[in-house]
């Protein structure tokens, strides 16, 4: 059987940080008798560039039709002017709409071999291992109506923050699922104090937690959740949030683990015989400033291959492989501009993709 992958390098460094997962993702494939066709498109501003579409059909198409899609970033300031729907960042949204994404997963845990790094204290940041699912194809960046116009003479701008009961409900069930194989705990993030979508969305998690009475349940403001991510992190397990929410959450989290080149993450639809079909990307930017200098990290885009294996493609034995390797490059003490302080020396990124390699290749 030949699994199929999309790879959408997109923007900035996109290109340079996919070309490395790609090498590892090949290189377990060799490794482990699997038949990979990795087949690339443009997407994003590139697209928008080339095709005048930072989505064209028949990149939607091939994505429709893989097993798998790993995309890099997608952003170019050259287009901040096009109306929303001709923006690079569009190809995401499309993407986790079209093919029926609901659930973003972004796991943050602290690496040992980094403690000494962050600019945390270590006794706050030691052993903190948090899930955050994230709802993704709901919320305001997607409700309607949206829009810009005057009103009076005066300039206004809105967006619809909508949340349906069925969105919810299954989000929901993947968060309590998934803590129920971990630490037993979902902290729910909302804003029901003033927002009526969240009083829903509070709502439908506690008719959820009914189904999982294994599973503790506790409810957090949004403004909280975000002080508490910072001050006491090891108290989260399983941390579940709306689009927007959860967009904002899981960047302030990467702090914790020293660097947002650090961070994977995957956007999945419904489970079909045991596997999901998934779009994995780091959850870092285009980084305009770097890209093209092959500096940027590598590791998040390696490690959402890790992810791609465990879910996508029915391989955690791989997954925890690439996982293994991505530790011990750090225990190494090899490090990226974005994991040093100053006046040390970094690695690029191809240098650190070949110590990964080097790391499987121990492991074999």
Same mark, same amino acid.
């Given at each position: 059987? $030949? =699994?199929?992958?999309?790879?959408?390098?997109?923007?900035?460094? *996109?290109?340079?940080?996919? @070309?490395?997962?790609?090498?590892?993702?090949?290189?377990?494939?060799?490794? =482990?008798?699997?038949?990979?066709?990795?087949?690339?498109?443009?997407?994003?501003? $590139?697209?928008?560039?080339?095709?005048?579409?930072?989505?064209?059909?028949?990149?939607?198409?091939?994505?429709?039709?893989?097993?798998?899609?790993?995309?890099?970033?997608?952003?170019?300031?050259?287009?901040?002017?096009?109306?929303?729907?001709?923006?690079?960042?569009?190809?995401?949204?499309?993407?986790?709409?079209?093919?029926?994404?609901?659930?973003?997963?972004?796991?943050?845990?602290? =690496?040992?071999?980094?403690?000494?790094?962050?600019?945390?204290?270590?006794?706050?940041?030691?052993?903190?291992?948090?899930?955050?699912?994230?709802?993704? $194809?709901?919320?305001?960046?997607?409700?309607?109506?949206?829009?810009?116009?005057?009103?009076?003479?005066?300039?206004?701008?809105?967006?619809?923050?909508?949340?349906?009961?069925?969105?919810?409900?299954?989000?929901?069930?993947?968060?309590?699922?998934?803590?129920?194989?971990?630490?037993?705990?979902?902290?729910?993030?909302?804003?029901?104090?003033?927002?009526?979508?969240?009083?829903?969305?509070?709502?439908?998690?506690?008719?959820?937690?009914?189904?999982?009475?294994?599973?503790?349940?506790?409810?957090?403001?949004?403004?909280?959740?975000?002080?508490?991510?910072?001050?006491?992190?090891?108290?989260?397990?399983?941390?579940?949030?709306?689009?927007?929410?959860?967009?904002?959450?899981?960047?302030?989290?990467?702090?914790? @683990?020293?660097?947002?080149?650090?961070?994977?993450?995957?956007?999945?639809?419904?489970?079909?015989?045991?596997?999901?079909?998934?779009?994995?990307?780091?959850? =870092?930017? $285009?980084?305009?400033?770097?890209?093209?200098?092959?500096?940027?990290?590598?590791? @998040?885009?390696?490690?959402?291959?890790?992810?791609?294996?465990?879910?996508?493609?029915?391989?955690?034995?791989?997954?925890?492989?690439?996982?293994?390797?991505?530790?011990?490059?750090?225990?190494?003490?090899?490090?990226?501009?974005?994991?040093?302080?100053?006046?040390? *020396?970094?690695?690029?990124?191809?240098?650190?993709?070949?110590?990964?390699?080097?790391?499987?290749?121990?492991?074999?």
């Amino acid at each position: 059987m $030949t =699994h199929v992958i999309v790879a959408l390098p997109g923007d900035g460094i *996109g290109p340079e940080v996919i @070309a490395a997962a790609v090498e590892v993702l090949k290189w377990c494939g060799r490794h =482990h008798g699997l038949e990979l066709e990795v087949r690339t498109f443009p997407a994003g501003g $590139t697209a928008l560039e080339r095709y005048g579409d930072p989505l064209p059909d028949f990149v939607l198409a091939a994505c429709r039709e893989a097993d798998a899609i790993l995309v890099g970033a997608a952003g170019d300031s050259r287009f901040d002017s096009n109306p929303a729907r001709m923006r690079p960042e569009q190809a995401l949204l499309r993407l986790r709409k079209e093919l029926g994404l609901y659930t973003n997963l972004r796991p943050v845990k602290t =690496h040992p071999s980094l403690l000494d790094t962050s600019p945390f204290k270590k006794s706050i940041i030691e052993n903190v291992d948090i899930m955050i699912v994230r709802e993704l $194809t709901g919320g305001i960046y997607f409700g309607e109506p949206r829009g810009t116009e005057r009103r009076s003479g005066v300039r206004c701008a809105y967006n619809m923050e909508i949340y349906h009961d069925y969105e919810i409900e299954r989000i929901a069930r993947v968060a309590f699922q998934l803590a129920g194989e971990r630490s037993r705990l979902v902290t729910s993030v909302d804003k029901s104090n003033v927002m009526e979508s969240s009083l829903l969305w509070r709502t439908v998690v506690e008719e959820v937690a009914l189904e999982y009475p294994g599973v503790e349940l506790e409810h957090m403001l949004v403004d909280n959740c975000s002080m508490q991510l910072i001050s006491r992190p090891r108290h989260f397990d399983v941390l579940l949030s709306t689009n927007l929410f959860g967009d904002i959450l899981s960047d302030e989290a990467a702090v914790l @683990a020293g660097s947002i080149g650090l961070l994977p993450s995957a956007s999945l639809g419904a489970p079909a015989e045991g596997v999901r079909k998934g779009l994995y990307e780091p959850v =870092h930017g $285009t980084a305009p400033d770097i890209a093209g200098r092959g500096q940027a990290n590598p590791l @998040a885009a390696i490690s959402s291959v890790a992810l791609m294996f465990r879910y996508s493609l029915g391989r955690e034995d791989i997954a925890r492989r690439i996982d293994a390797a991505v530790e011990t490059c750090l225990l190494q003490g090899h490090r990226t501009a974005d994991l040093v302080s100053a006046g040390e *020396g970094a690695m690029g990124t191809r240098a650190m993709a070949a110590r990964v390699l080097e790391a499987l290749e121990v492991g074999l």
